[in-house]
């Protein structure tokens, strides 16, 4: 794969297409973390293609491999709200449920903060939301 070899605009879009492949094949799963686990090879950090591979082992029933890079974004990036609410369920999935409920009340947390944090303009009307709309 000589595209990964090019330069850092261009990976992006590389990036682009490989998670649109991810969302598309997650189900078929091999070509996602072959993908994911390629680009890695280069950019070992990187958070966002971490996150990926992690919800690609997740949704392959395999969270014993997900919960490393959960683990290894929220280091890099401690305010990653879908990492935290994934690795919270990657432990319920195994069965630790106290680490699972920890993370995802700090998820919950993080969530209520960020919105009561926004200005009320900004936020979403109940109905906008599906609260109490009727058929």
């Known amino acids: 794969m000589q595209w990964l070899a090019a330069t ?5 879009a590389v990036f682009d297409d490989v998670g649109s492949v991810a969302v598309d094949e997650v189900m078929v799963g091999d070509r996602c973390i072959e993908e994911f686990a390629h680009v890695l090879e280069y950019w070992p950090d990187d958070v966002e293609t971490n996150f990926m591979l992690g919800l690609c082992y997740k949704e ?3 969270p014993s491999r997900s919960i490393p890079l959960f683990e290894k974004v929220l ?13 919270g369920a ?13 993370y995802l009340r700090r998820y919950d947390h993080m969530v ?6 926004m200005p009320r303009a900004s936020q979403p009307s109940p109905r906008a ?3 109490g709309v009727v058929g």
């Not at 850092?8 to 992006?12: F, L, N, P, T, W």
């Not at 990657?90 to 920890?102: E, F, R, V």
């Not at 209520?112 to 944090?117: E, G, P, V, W």
């Open 112 to 117: 209520n903060k960020d919105r009561q944090a």
């Open 90 to 102: 990657s432990y319920l999935q195994i069965g630790n449920t106290s680490l699972g409920k920890a």
């Open 129 to 131: 939301q599906g609260v």
């Open 75 to 87: 280091r890099r990036n401690p305010h990653h709200a879908q990492a935290l609410y994934y690795l």
């Open 60 to 62: 392959l029933m395999e």
């Open 8 to 12: 850092g605009s261009d990976v992006v």
